[in-house]
């Protein structure tokens, strides 16, 4: 067997069994976790419990409770000890999975409602946050339907999801990645695009460019989608006939055997 064979394979097999690891960890964190913590965070970011659950977010309080016994001789390999203190990063966040398109945890990202810093990111060993999605786990689903759904920030992304858009992605940040544009793009019809409504946003949507897509801009009261849905269910209902009529238009230029011209819709 040709040896560069040979060293991809071992290589795809360590990577597996490090994402193994670290799913099986993440699944020991949650089961320890209480689960009324569930219920602030869906009062306060007007979730439903369900949604939460589905995205398997869980609540840290203390850096102690990272470190289950079994896992002391690996926890830092898993990536959730700080390289400055060799402490945990994190404490008093909710924690959120990121997965892979198997389905299993490749990082874990720790989000606070009122730090500075909102999004604390694991160091996951095969993560890489400028080329990965939050929701891969549903890229599939995405290439069936046609199209994908593209969000700056993971709460707008688990917003749509529980409006009943499962093919919403996350970018994780204000970057641009040509290898997701690529997996985008593998989407029969396109890309729906909804930027954030400040200066980044504007900045970070011109690196979104796909073969075909079309552009959501919310209200301008709001700086993102999820804020501006999850205020009133009025608002919901604007968004909603919004994207269907996105949907309708993306399928229908694809459908008459033309290319999609790029087009902006901003609601108002």
């Not at 960890?25 to 913590?37: G, I, N």
């Not at 959730?80 to 008093?92: A, E, G, H, L, R």
């Not at 990082?107 to 160091?123: C, K």
């Not at 709001?222 to 205020?231: P, Q």
Request: overall charge negative; aromatic content about 12%.
């Amino acid at each position: 067997m040709n040896t560069s064979v040979v060293s991809v394979s071992k290589a795809l097999n360590e990577k597996r069994e490090y994402e193994k690891l670290l799913t099986e960890y993440t699944d020991k964190l949650r089961k320890r976790s209480k689960e009324e913590y569930l219920d602030i965070f869906a009062d306060r970011r007007n979730f439903k419990v369900d949604t939460l659950k589905r995205c398997g977010i869980f609540y840290i309080s203390e850096m102690e409770e990272m470190l289950l016994p079994e896992y002391l001789e690996v926890v830092e390999y898993l990536g959730v000890i700080s390289n400055t203190n060799k402490k945990p990063i994190f404490k008093d966040r909710y924690v959120i999975p990121i997965l892979n398109k198997e389905g299993m945890v490749q990082n874990l990202v720790g989000y606070s409602f009122d730090a500075n810093e909102r999004y604390v990111y694991g160091t996951g060993m095969y993560y890489r946050r400028a080329d990965t999605l939050w929701g891969e786990e549903n890229l599939e689903t995405a290439y069936k339907m046609g199209y994908a759904i593209l969000v700056e920030g993971i709460t707008d992304a688990i917003r749509l999801r529980e409006m009943g858009y499962e093919n919403s992605f996350a970018m994780c940040g204000t970057h641009k990645s040509e290898y997701i544009i690529r997996s985008l793009n593998r989407c029969e019809h396109g890309i729906i695009r909804i930027p954030d409504r400040d200066n980044a946003g504007k900045k970070a949507v011109k690196g979104w460019e796909g073969n075909r897509h079309i552009t959501i801009n919310v209200y301008l009261q709001y700086k993102d989608i999820d804020e501006m849905c999850r205020e009133s269910e009025e608002n919901r209902e604007w968004f909603n006939s919004y994207m269907n009529g996105c949907i309708d238009w993306i399928k229908q230029d694809k459908h008459m055997g033309q290319q999609c011209e790029c087009e902006e819709i901003t609601i108002i």
